[in-house]
């Protein structure tokens, strides 16, 4: 069935350095991935997302990159500033008109 | 953009009485949406993919006598907790796509339901 592990479920970083967070995935079918940012008690929105085709894709600071042979994808967050501090989200998608299954989380915490 | 709106964004109700949450699309037409429930500091967790004008698909596990899920319109989702008892208390949130092929969803910006 379907199923996306991620790690680590908790990362706390220095201002300024990188964050890698990463997202294993079991379906073969899975051809989309977004990753989402949850501050506390509001919607997930979403930040980047890749699909299949495409090895990596960068927008500014953040980065997604995948691995379809070894079914894992990789957000990477570089110079890192407090408000990068939330919960982040991978998922997964195949195609179903939107359906999508989501990682544990990883709660980031970026210190001044 | 997409924006999904989603209301009440809170409500506390006594055990045993029914809740109804609402999900439109505002600028967008949805044939699919989505329900997710999420525990404090868990990941959200797919209940059930409503479908504009047929019945909702539940995922394993979710009841659907107790959550029941109407998608009358194509920018109207409605999922009714019947019958809450305490631990029902969560933060439901819905999402919805833009119906344009590229699988982007957008969210509601949740329900944080609390039975007594």
């Known amino acids: 069935g379907e199923n996306v592990e991620q790690h680590p479920s908790t990362l706390s970083v220095q201002e300024g350095d990188s964050a890698v967070i990463k997202c294993t995935y079991s379906?073969?079918?899975?051809?989309?991935f977004p990753w989402y940012k949850q501050e506390l008690g509001k919607r997930p929105q979403l930040i980047i997302d890749?699909?299949?085709?495409?090895g990596e894709k960068k927008d500014q600071r953040i980065a997604v990159t995948l691995n379809k042979t070894a079914k894992h994808f990789s957000l990477h967050i570089t110079e890192t500033q407090p408000e990068d501090s939330a919960v982040y989200f991978c998922?997964?998608?195949?195609?179903?008109?939107?359906?999508?299954?989501f990682g544990q989380g990883t709660e980031l915490s970026v210190k001044p | 953009g997409a924006v999904v709106s989603q209301h009440p964004s809170r409500v506390i109700c006594k055990s045993g009485t029914s809740v109804k949450i609402e999900c439109r699309s505002l600028?967008?037409?949805?044939?699919?949406m989505f329900w997710y429930r999420q525990f404090p500091k868990k990941s959200l967790m797919l209940m059930a993919t409503?479908?504009?004008?047929?019945?909702?698909?539940?995922e394993q596990g979710v009841e659907k006598d107790k959550f029941l899920i109407n998608h009358a319109s194509l920018t109207l989702s409605t999922l009714t907790v019947t019958s809450a008892h305490p631990e029902d208390s969560s933060f439901y949130i819905c999402?919805?796509?833009?119906?344009?092929?590229?699988?982007?969803?957008?969210f509601g910006s949740g329900t944080q339901l609390s039975v007594l």
């Open positions: 890749i699909r299949s085709n495409v």
């Open positions: 409503s479908n504009e004008g047929s019945k909702a698909t539940y």
């Open positions: 999402s919805a796509s833009n119906s344009r092929g590229d699988e982007k969803l957008f």
């Open positions: 379906d073969s079918a899975s051809n989309y």
């Open positions: 998922a997964e998608g195949d195609n179903q008109g939107g359906k999508l299954i």
């Open positions: 600028d967008f037409q949805a044939t699919t």
